[in-house]
């Protein structure tokens, strides 16, 4: 049996919600899928060959050891859930297990909600890209953010951890 094949086996071809868990530093990432195991797999792929699009966990992988990462699922669902309530379900365990934190998880959008360090960076890299960046070259857009430092210079666009899920 191939690593691969061993590292998912143990999980469900259902859908489900499912965590990319670094075991060296603890941090997370939180998703959802139609079918865990071959996500896990396609995570796995993306881990060990570098080329994760999720630009955290690609740098958390270059520095980290593809053992050191596991899929855990948490959640099955129900296969005929519609997307707003597969993105509702993947924001509430997003929260619950904080992914959407720089400093506890990888998760750049959670429910298809955006995090603020997210829509920082991106805003970022197309004020670079058209010319009008005005901070210098070598900054790596892709360092963690730190929570309070990005409140204090986009106030209003941290989530109220308050409000219910579907009341935002």
């Not at 519609?82 to 929260?95: D, N, S, T």
């Not at 990888?106 to 890299?125: D, I, M, S």
């Not at 989530?159 to 009341?167: L, S």
Request: hydrophobic share 40%; charged share 25%; aromatic share 8%.
């Amino acid at each position: 049996m191939s690593l691969m094949k061993y590292l998912t086996a143990h999980l469900p071809e259902s859908p489900g919600i499912y965590v990319v868990l670094n075991v060296r530093d603890g941090r997370r990432m939180v998703g959802v899928t139609k079918n865990v195991r071959k996500r896990a797999t396609v995570h796995f792929g993306q881990i060990k060959a570098g080329k994760c699009q999720n630009r955290l966990l690609r740098r958390a992988a270059e520095l980290a050891h593809f053992d050191d990462f596991q899929v855990i699922c948490v959640q099955e669902i129900d296969g005929n859930l519609r997307h707003a309530q597969r993105a509702m379900l993947e924001y509430a365990w997003a929260v619950r297990l904080r992914s959407c934190r720089e400093d506890t998880g990888y998760n750049l959008a959670a429910g298809a909600h955006w995090t603020p360090g997210a829509r920082f960076r991106v805003t970022e890299e197309r004020m670079e890209k058209f010319g009008r960046y005005m901070q210098l070259s070598h900054v790596d857009h892709w360092a963690p953010i730190n929570e309070e430092l990005l409140a204090s210079w986009c106030p209003g666009v941290l989530p109220n951890p308050h409000v219910p899920i579907g009341h935002m």
